[in-house]
């Protein structure tokens, strides 16, 4: 109130000002040069508050920014944040689908954007490929070449030291998923089996009332990542560009224990293919950069197949994985695919990788 009286007065006195100014015979230019000074210090005023609101506005969004974020270090909080804001989502669905942009690689598209896929340049590395060669002592500056290159290897040297190599079987692995209280206890991620039982159930059925099996799993939870890989280290191989990350575990059961899969083993064999069964691959699919899986036991079949638009120049690769042995290869280049093969149950240990 008091301020508009007072703007009330001043704008009475310009006016009775501007009626002399007039009377005295001064013209609409005159009078408005004359207050040029007066205009500019109003111009100046107006600037001077516009900062001190921008700059009170910088400072409170500053501050709230940093409660918020102070807040969010606070887990319970967090974790209310996170349910309210899922609700707020799932509510809000019905009325506006929002998928499609949480969805999108990009926004806005960029015409200069190239995705990260392969050329027929790039198909030019495997177009002689004919089989996967094997080293041992091998150098990381290689690998990097290899890596770059998207040739598949194997490694013949790698696990010599790993605990694994030396104590995993089937009844190792049940006692050790049984008695150890933090695997005991921790949840496993992705497990895909032939049957509908959880993991723990199933696990403990093997060799039993589940005569074969073709599984496999991920440890998901960190501290149980970290038992496993007491058995296993980082392949010396990796240059140090790679960066590791996660664990598998592959398990199936060998023809010993399955008298159908060895007579068809048997024919095929004997009829000069490779492996048995075309129906018996598991598709195993990544988007990492690389991807290694190491024999422990046993065999597993590997077929590696180019993907678009190499598979129209470049070969599959189909051959056997033997203990001791570890595979690496990249999936921008490779799909690939398992079986299990051989007598003996199979084990193996699998991770990816990736780098900037």
């Known amino acids: 109130?008091?301020?508009?009286?007072?703007?009330?007065?001043?704008?009475?006195?310009?006016?009775?000002?501007?009626?002399?100014?007039?009377?005295?015979?001064?013209?609409?230019?005159?009078?408005?040069?004359?207050?040029?000074?007066?205009?500019?210090?109003?111009?100046?005023?107006?600037?001077?508050?516009?900062?001190?609101?921008?700059?009170?506005?910088?400072?409170?969004?500053?501050?709230?920014?940093?409660?918020?974020?102070?807040?969010?270090?606070?887990?319970?909080?967090?974790?209310?944040?996170?349910?309210?804001?899922?609700?707020?989502?799932?509510?809000?669905?019905?009325?506006?689908?929002?998928?499609?942009?949480?969805?999108?690689?990009?926004?806005?598209?960029?015409?200069?954007?190239?995705?990260?896929?392969?050329?027929?340049?790039?198909?030019?590395?495997?177009?002689?490929?004919?089989?996967?060669?094997?080293?041992?002592?091998?150098?990381?500056?290689?690998?990097?070449?290899?890596?770059?290159?998207?040739?598949?290897?194997?490694?013949?040297?790698?696990?010599?030291?790993?605990?694994?190599?030396?104590?995993?079987?089937?009844?190792?692995?049940?006692?050790?998923?049984?008695?150890?209280?933090?695997?005991?206890?921790?949840?496993?991620?992705?497990?895909?089996?032939?049957?509908?039982?959880?993991?723990?159930?199933?696990?403990?059925?093997?060799?039993?009332?589940?005569?074969?099996w073709n599984i496999r799993w991920s440890n998901c939870d960190i501290q149980a990542n970290k038992i496993l890989r007491q058995y296993f280290q980082r392949p010396y191989f990796l240059p140090d560009m790679v960066q590791v990350v996660g664990s598998w575990v592959f398990m199936a059961s060998g023809t010993k224990r399955d008298p159908e899969r060895a007579r068809l083993e048997k024919v095929e064999k004997e009829q000069g293919d490779s492996f048995f069964n075309p129906e018996g691959w598991q598709e195993f699919i990544r988007d990492d950069n690389m991807q290694w899986m190491a024999q422990i036991k046993g065999q597993y079949a590997i077929s590696l197949t180019p993907v678009e638009p190499c598979n129209r120049t470049c070969q599959p690769l189909n051959f056997e994985l033997n203990p001791g042995e570890i595979l690496i290869f990249t999936p921008k280049m490779w799909f690939f695919e398992y079986m299990p093969y051989g007598e003996e149950d199979s084990i193996a240990l699998a991770s990816m990788g990736d780098w900037e």
Not at 82 to 103: A, H, M, N, Q
Request: proline letters at 4%; hydrophobic letters at 35%; a negative charge.
């Open 1 to 212: 109130m008091v301020l508009n009286a007072k703007k009330q007065g001043i704008e009475k006195k310009l006016s009775k000002l501007y009626t002399k100014c007039k009377e005295s015979g001064l013209t609409d230019e005159e009078i408005l040069a004359a207050s040029s000074p007066l205009q500019e210090y109003i111009k100046k005023s107006k600037q001077l508050e516009t900062s001190k609101k921008r700059i009170r506005l910088v400072v409170c969004t500053a501050i709230a920014i940093c409660v918020l974020a102070i807040l969010f270090q606070y887990d319970p909080i967090y974790r209310v944040v996170c349910i309210v804001g899922r609700i707020l989502s799932i509510k809000t669905l019905p009325f506006y689908d929002w998928s499609e942009f949480y969805y999108m690689d990009c926004v806005l598209y960029n015409p200069y954007y190239l995705r990260d896929g392969l050329t027929e340049e790039d198909c030019e590395m495997c177009e002689d490929l004919l089989y996967v060669e094997t080293f041992e002592h091998l150098d990381p500056k290689n690998t990097t070449y290899f890596l770059f290159d998207n040739i598949p290897i194997v490694v013949t040297d790698a696990l010599d030291s790993w605990k694994a190599t030396k104590e995993f079987n089937l009844e190792y692995i049940k006692k050790l998923y049984s008695e150890d209280e933090v695997l005991a206890t921790s949840t496993v991620c992705s497990f895909v089996s032939q049957s509908e039982d959880d993991f723990p159930t199933f696990l403990q059925t093997l060799g039993e009332t589940s005569p074969t």
